[in-house]
């Protein structure tokens, strides 16, 4: 198996090569990953960003080892994920990752740190997850936040080259979020190569130079974060209206619309030219537009893929 | 890398929950006063020695059954509970859990059986020397099928209940074992086809060489092979359960 070439002497922290992964559903086969070649430098901070069932976690895994691919190759660090992983050059925090409810805090980073070959100061780890504190809590009576900074403890115990976080702010209010990632900036200031998965546009924005979208088990849109975010912007355009059908079919631009009495409300990927075309074509007033969530940016983007899926 | 860091630190995770530890050592213990101790019958002699220990290594037997069916039942639901893939992250070689577990649930096993002998050496149990050793490596030993047990348990309801009720279930199955009182008759013709029957027998059979008194007073004898049989036949039974529901589990991911 060939590794994908590129400029610097060293290899590509993470390779994935033409990768499907599917799973038997209720409806058939799934498809969770789709023909997805992806490759992180080391150093690069990553963002996968998509809805809950683009595949992110599915991805991961196999980066993980923890599950392969049907079909295409993963090298990380240049060696099976397999191995990276058991030679402690992989931390992860896992989405699915499960904690013994009876084992207190320091136990559990202790009982982990026995099964590294090398690892961190369990100390060390403790004090840069921000768990000194409740140390001797038990992992059950811990909030879902606190678990959550007691698996990034577990993650960084490897001293790992490579961290790979799968929604790692999930059951996090918005000021443990923000520890949080202040945290994980400290470690990516070190030098560590940081691929995580997550549903929040603000934490690709705040925390990764480079995003890559993901629906559908495909990736959509790669680069650097403020470009992916361009493409993924989307807003809602709604004026006071009476459209006859040509009219409203007429629009330019638009994604989807609806009448709502004398309201049209319309989804566009480009506000500008739908507003000017509206107010000098139309007898339209009234117009406001406001920038479309994430989700919403998603359904743009992915429902034209699901669409050309069914067209194939 | 420390496996034996890991397991003593689960090992005492699994002692200290009163639970189990209560189950395992201490209710076969008084279990053991009350019935091997404290009766008229204690000192009659049986064997290469007395009813008293005749009893007691049939607790040992139940106590270390529990510990078996207890820890490896949880450590099936632990695993796909998500602690598995936590573990799948570290440099643990596949199958060494299956390994450090199997220790974990012996050593576990072990210390009920050493509970039971030394309470048993200072009451009223007596054996030779070199029966009293045997029985308790035996005892030990019959305990492993149930690990199988308490895997089925774990891996077919992925819970801490279903294997709770797998642990309360051994209760019955002890009783056919002839573990807690002596059976007669048609039930006793049964019970030679149950689990425990076979991992009780052999345990004692350094004492009696297979030989047993009904309640009603009657003699029997077991033969070593047909011991041998109920312990392989049982081991079998739930190691090929163990397989298929393993595939299963794989199957749904």
Redesign the interface.
Known sequence: MDITPHTSDRPPMVAVDSVTRS??GAGGRIVAVDDVSLTVEPGEVVAVLGPNGAGKTTLLDMV????TPERGSIRVDGITPKRA????R???L?Q?????P??TVA?TV???A????HHTPVEQVMDTAGLTGIAGRRVGKCSGGEQQRV?FA??LL?DPALLILDEPTAGMDVSARHEFWQRMHAQADAGTTVLFATHYLEEAEQFARRTVLMGAGRIIADGPTDEVRAQAASAHVTVTWSPTAEQLDGLPAVASSEVIGTQVRMRTDDADTLARHLLTRTDAYGITVTQASLEEAFMTLTGAETTKETQR | MSLITFMAMDFWRNLRNVGNSFFVIMLPTALYIFFGVNTGWADESIGDGNVSAWTMIAMASYGAAMATTSLAGAAAVELQQGWGRQLAMTSLPHGMYVVSKTVTALIMAACAVLVLNVVGLFTTAEMSAAVWWQTAALTVVGSLPFALYGLVAGLAFRSDAAVGAASGFLVILGFLGNAFAPLDGALLDFARFTPMYGTVALARYPLTDGDGVTMAGAQYTDPLWGILLNVAAWALVFGVLCLLLGRRATMRR
């Open positions: 799973f038997h993980l080892g923890l599950n992983v058991q030679g402690s992989v931390g992860a896992l699915t990752g499960g904690l013994l009876d084992l136990e202790r009982m982990i026995a099964l590294h070959r698996k577990l993650a490897p």
